[in-house]
């Protein structure tokens, strides 16, 4: 009996390392390096949008189907409500948000990056600085964000009495 379940173990074992299919063009191609060099022209691209006022350059930074998710809000999706996140945000004084990547994790179905942000008005004063984790997704050959949320590093404000 043990010589039977020692024969199967070994046929076993036989059958998973002759297993070497070689790695498809596709899943070869995919490079995480390349990957963060997108993710770090298109953050500096996002940032200066709001200098001027280039929503159209904003949106195309996210997916078609992207949602962010703002503090304090309901999550925002598609093209037509970032769009006009962004133009809150104009309105409000932002004039530049510096993006500061601290990790990029993943793979060709999608990349993990978190970080840390620097929402700036005019002189580069900062107004709120805070920390986020996007998801991007290939779309149309480049990577875009696909879900964004983030939050304040702030106190939050002591409640009413």
Known sequence: MKLLLFACAVTLLGFTACNNEPKTAEASSFSLDSVKA???????VYGDCFAKNDSAT???CYTS????NPAAVPKICGSAGI???FGGAVKMGIKKIILTTGEVMGGKDGVIETGSYDLQGDGGVS???GKFIVMWKEEGGKWKMHRDIWNSDAPAPA???
């Open 38 to 44: 997108q993710i770090a022209a298109s953050n500096a």
């Open 58 to 60: 904003f949106v195309s």
């Open 127 to 129: 107004y709120e600085k």
């Open 83 to 85: 769009n006009a996140f």
């Open 65 to 68: 189907d992207a949602c962010i």
């Open 159 to 161: 409640p009413a009495k």
